[in-house]
């Protein structure tokens, strides 16, 4: 190795049955700044790039047991960053053609010059310092778009949990409803065994289930006395209210939008705002409006007594299994529960935060009313 040669220097690999002629080259790519190896034949030659990572291989095309051919597509196959330029005599142009048509970067034409080699070899470099360049200008530009997506997905959340703070204030019964419907739905759809994907949206649609509140009375919406029939078809409007309002927003997600606006339908078609009965419902928004009368049964509201527990809460469900909700996701309330999937969660956001465990609360009655309203 000369002088010049530093410990990170990239290494060139000479492969020539004559061993004149890689002594001549290695001389001359050391100048260059090369570390050299040299192999003697093709199998030699692959010995070599097994241990050390080749960044240049000059190669005769004509050699005793492996082709020159055959050991640049060894090589590619390998190491495909390896530059390679293949040494041929003058009768072997046309083969030597056919090797950059097989990824060969140049060739040479022995005799050859050493300025010629220089020159051949810094071209072929340079090549490779370009495509290399390129392929780490795609992966940062892969990873950057990757980011971006991230981030976006990120500023739309905050401005989802924005507007679900928003209907918190204005409502402050809601405090942490959103959050364990969107639990409990999530809990439920993975003992339904749906897919993550399909998760991943019931949980977002069971947070943002009830944004519609923003455009209902805050009189109505604060009631502490029974609602009128007009405040009950008042406070109604809001699954279509959230639909349109967050329809430009949840084009990627259309389950989550379509438990928005379909978690107040009823199996039997009495339920709002489309009257849809039985499999017409959205599944997911089936899933939802069970988790949403958990919540409502299992929390004490002005309005009604003290809470249920969950094993009341659960024959309620059953109760009203087939009429008002689907009885597959009332099983899978059941079938959570047993397994101990499916706990109370904390009362206010603070506690959600803080307690990680299950909550048992005290006892109560539910109405239909009382669903509605949470
Ligand atoms: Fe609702």
Redesign the pocket.
């Known amino acids: 190795m000369s002088a010049g040669v530093v410990g990170n220097a990239p290494y060139c690999l000479v492969v020539d049955d004559e061993e004149r002629l890689r002594q001549v080259l290695m001389h001359i790519m050391r100048g260059d700044g090369f570390r050299c190896l040299e192999a003697g034949s093709g199998e030699e030659a692959l010995e070599h790039l097994q241990r050390h990572p080749i960044s240049l291989m000059l190669s005769d095309l004509k050699m005793p047991g492996m082709s020159g051919v055959e050991l640049l597509r060894r090589v590619h196959e390998q190491q495909p960053d390896v530059a390679v330029v293949m040494i041929t005599a003058v009768p072997d142009v046309e083969a030597a053609v056919s090797c950059l048509a097989s990824g060969a970067m140049d060739y040479l034409l022995k005799p050859f010059h050493i300025e010629e080699v220089r020159v051949r070899v810094a071209k072929a470099m340079d090549r490779r310092r370009l495509v290399l360049e390129n392929r780490h200008y795609q992966e940062r530009l892969k990873e950057r778009v990757v980011a971006q997506a991230s981030r976006l997905e990120e500023m739309f959340f905050a401005g989802v949990q924005a507007l679900a703070e928003a209907l918190e204030l204005k409502d402050p019964y809601t405090r942490g409803h959103s959050v364990r419907v969107s639990q409990y739905s999530s809990i439920l759809g993975r003992t339904l065994g749906l897919d993550e994907e399909v998760v991943r949206q019931i949980e977002l649609g069971g947070h943002v289930?009830?944004i519609?509140?923003i455009g209902v009375r805050e009189a109505v919406l604060n009631k502490t006395e029974p609602l009128t029939a007009d405040e009950y078809e008042h406070i109604m409007i809001?699954?279509l209210v959230g639909w349109r309002v967050l329809a430009p927003l949840l084009g990627e997600a259309p389950i989550a939008l379509s438990i928005v606006r379909s978690?107040?339908e009823r199996m039997d078609g009495r339920g709002v705002p489309d009257g849809l009965v039985g499999e017409a419902i959205p599944f997911e928004a089936r899933i939802v409006a069970v988790a949403?009368a958990i919540d409502a049964m299992t929390s004490g509201r002005p309005y009604r007594g003290n809470e249920l527990t969950l094993e009341q809460a659960l024959a309620e469900l059953q109760r009203n299994a087939g009429t008002q909700f689907d009885a597959r996701v009332v099983a899978a309330v059941e079938k959570a529960v047993v397994r101990g999937e499916l706990c109370l969660l904390p009362r206010t956001t603070d506690q959600f935060a803080a307690v990680t465990g299950a909550v048992r609360i005290g006892l109560a009655q539910t109405s239909s009313e009382a669903l509605?309203r949470?």
Do not use: Q, S
């Open positions: 289930h009830d519609g509140k809001h699954p978690h107040h949403d509605v949470d």
